[in-house]
């Protein structure tokens, strides 16, 4: 992946084994919203746009973490 070719990417089943790589990413995509679990339901959102807001919901009956993200576009 040429990282300058993208300007948001989701990574999905984002466990303790990305900690480096995202690190590695911020050069490309300082603005992150991560949540990193030991199972297969982690997320990370990287842009190179600034993410003014973040929230974490849960749906009736759902058991998996949604996610709400704005990217304020230039």
Not at 35 to 54: D, K
Request: aromatic share 10%; hydrophobic share 40%; no cysteine.
């Amino acid at each position: 992946m040429h990282a300058a070719n993208y300007d948001i990417v989701v990574l999905l089943e984002t466990g303790t084994a990305f900690e480096g790589l995202l690190e590695q990413l911020k050069e490309h995509f300082p603005h992150q919203v991560v949540h990193i679990e030991n199972s297969p339901f982690g997320l990370a959102v990287l842009s190179r746009w600034e993410i003014s807001e973040s929230s974490e919901f849960s749906t009736e009956g759902g058991s998996f973490p949604q996610y709400e993200i704005k990217v304020k576009r230039p």
